[in-house]
């Protein structure tokens, strides 16, 4: 099969790529650009484990094919930190023990920065709503919901 070839923004950098045209985002980021933040969960779209963000939405990297990231902006949980600075989101996760077997970190925190990003000032509402997308075996969600929320006030306040 013949590989297609890729440019697009990953996590604020200029990339070119080779993939396969049925090869996922999930397998170009993990498998041929060596991000292996970014996590496999379920493979259908239904867990959040692989959330991305795609032009300023979340997206199922799972889902989402590589050739389609073509003229795109990526941002993965690679891209939340600021070099060797934890964003905020990545602290309070810290401070709030809002993470346990890492499975779904990465795309709880793709997800929450992507909601920050839209609302700074969110409810604990729609911060579950946004979140919604997102599961977790271990946590329990309120620790998660907390950190989030905890970010968000910090944020405000810089």
């Known amino acids: 099969m013949a590989r297609q070839h890729v440019v697009t923004t990953l ?21 041929e650009l060596h991000l292996t933040g970014t996590k496999e969960g379920c493979g259908t779209g239904d867990c959040g484990a692989c959330t991305v963000n795609v032009d300023g939405r979340m997206m ?4 989402f094919l590589g050739v389609e990231a ?9 891209g ?11 602290r309070k996760f810290i401070e709030h023990a809002a993470l346990q077997c890492g499975i779904c ?8 920065k992507t909601l920050l990003d839209h609302k700074p000032n969110p409810t604990e509402e729609e ?9 977790c075996r271990c946590t329990g969600y309120n620790q998660i919901i907390e950190a989030v929320l905890d970010a968000a006030s910090e944020l405000r306040r810089a």
């Not at 996590?11 to 498998?31: H, M, P, W």
């Not at 939340?80 to 990545?90: D, P, R, Y």
């Open 11 to 31: 996590n604020g950098n200029a990339v070119e790529f080779l993939c396969e045209s049925r090869q996922t985002l999930l397998e170009v980021l993990r498998d």
């Open 60 to 63: 199922c990297s799972c889902l």
């Open 70 to 78: 073509q003229g795109k902006s990526i941002t993965t949980v690679e």
């Open 80 to 90: 939340i930190a600021n070099g060797e600075k934890l964003h905020v989101l990545q």
């Open 105 to 112: 970190t990465p795309g709880m925190l793709v997800a929450a």
């Open 127 to 135: 911060t579950r709503y946004w979140l919604a997308g997102n599961l």
